[in-house]
């Protein structure tokens, strides 16, 4: 499922209420740094007539659209990077996020920006200080051993670390939220299981050290990419949230 439109919604957000969204990336193409095997918008893929909308573009149609939303008397809750792949590979993501910044100011000042972000590019200066920037920086870490979350988010820079990760995660001094889908299944001949004791031991020592000022925790809620994965129960991801709660950090749990 892409989204196929820079500028999309309001939808209702599972986790952020009356959302509109901001996709970086073309309309017609899948282009990420992960390669997710439950994402919604399905495996990566472009071709050569795919477009990615420039810094002016993507200020005019978000401009376009706040002030139609504020004419109609519509709420809105969060402006929030999402779409078609990654939005921190927009290489003017940092000056976007200034523009966004203060459209929402003129049009929507109690609306929060957010930007959802697999925090493969954190260790850039740029993107790292557009993130600081923003209300809701909130950044993915589906699991803290590495083989997991190779297999999981199938992470295209071979170099891939998950330690550097967390420690890069860590860095942010709390100004983040980590953000974890958690589910079972089968993938290229091997078992998944990111709600095991072991994988939520190392998660949690994870979080020990990054100290977010929230996660959200939930599950597979659409179709996936892969088959034969399955959602993790309503009841195993309570009993997650409370150990997270037990180390004095706010959980927000979706079913």
């Not at 893929?45 to 376009?64: K, M, N, Y």
């Not at 929030?80 to 940092?94: C, K, M, V």
């Not at 891939?160 to 889908?181: R, V």
């Not at 939930?218 to 399955?230: F, G, K, M, V, W």
Request: glycine fraction near 4%; aromatic fraction near 8%; charged fraction near 25%.
């Amino acid at each position: 499922m892409l989204f196929n439109e820079t500028i999309f919604g309001p939808i209702h957000s599972r986790r952020l209420g009356a959302s509109l969204g901001v996709n970086l990336l073309p309309v017609n193409a899948k282009i990420c740094s992960f390669d997710c095997i439950y994402c919604e918008c399905g495996f990566n893929f472009t071709h050569e007539g795919a477009h990615i909308p420039t810094r002016s573009e993507v200020a005019l149609l978000l401009e376009e659209k706040l002030k139609s939303l504020l004419e109609k008397g519509d709420p809105l809750d969060v402006i929030t990077f999402a779409g078609n792949g990654e939005p921190t590979l927009h290489r003017d993501f940092n000056a976007i996020i200034d523009d966004t910044i203060r459209l929402r100011d003129t049009y929507f000042p109690k609306a929060k920006v957010s930007v959802l972000s697999n925090a493969t590019r954190i260790h850039k200066p740029k993107v790292r200080e557009a993130l600081l920037k923003v209300d809701n920086n909130i950044l993915k870490l589906d699991s803290a051993i590495a083989t997991t979350a190779k297999l999981i988010n199938q992470p295209n820079n071979p170099t891939f670390s998950i330690d550097e990760t967390i420690a890069q995660l860590e860095a942010f001094n709390g100004k983040l939220i980590i953000q974890t889908l958690f589910f079972t299944g089968d993938y290229k001949g091997q078992h998944i299981d990111n709600t095991t004791e072991i994988e939520v031991v190392a998660w949690l020592e994870a979080l020990k050290r990054i100290r977010p000022q929230q996660v959200m925790i939930y599950s597979l809620d659409r179709a996936t990419p892969a088959q034969n994965l399955q959602k993790a129960n309503s009841e195993t991801l309570s009993a997650i949230a409370k150990r997270v709660e037990a180390l004095g950090i706010e959980t927000q749990v979706t079913f």
